[in-house]
């Protein structure tokens, strides 16, 4: 019986120590919508998003089930449909790269310009950034809530 008593004491310890561990706070990249104001090459781009998950890998986000996306000057395409995506998820204290690049099929594709996004970003107003390489200029815009 005092052994019992010696291993319950020993997990009410356990699970002290657990409930005193600083929980992460987590939130969510929503993207809205990507502006085109100058493509990079020819007729259009063919242009999609990738963010670094947890581990640092870059996972391709947008658009959702397509390739790529075709875009030319003053084309707006909505990119709600790469929220689903696990990268987008991150802790308060965490940050994320989003890089938008341009399909190439005869050579490596082309970076259109990427940009850094935080956790502590949360709650604030939908947040603008210009992305701008390889002679193309794109906004992104994407929020950061909370979940």
Not at 11 to 17: C, D, E, L, Q, Y
Not at 83 to 94: D, E, R, S
Not at 125 to 135: D, K, V
Request: proline share 2%; glycine share 10%.
């Amino acid at each position: 019986m005092a052994t019992a008593a010696l291993l319950s004491l020993g997990s009410v310890a356990g699970f002290a120590t657990a409930a005193q561990a600083e929980p992460i706070d987590y939130v969510r990249i929503e993207l809205l919508e990507l502006t085109c104001h100058q493509q990079s090459e020819g007729d259009h781009d063919e242009a999609y998003l990738k963010v670094t998950d947890a581990n640092g890998n870059a996972v391709k986000v947008w658009p959702g089930s397509l390739k790529y996306q075709t875009m030319g000057p003053g084309y707006v395409r909505s990119m709600t449909d790469g929220n689903g995506n696990a990268a987008l998820v991150l802790g308060k204290q965490q940050a994320r790269t989003m890089t938008l690049w341009d399909d190439d099929t005869t050579s490596s594709d082309d970076k259109l310009g990427a940009t850094l996004v935080t956790g502590s970003e949360a709650g604030a107003e939908i947040q603008y950034r210009s992305l701008e390489g390889s002679g193309g200029v794109y906004t992104i815009a994407y929020r950061v809530i909370d979940i």
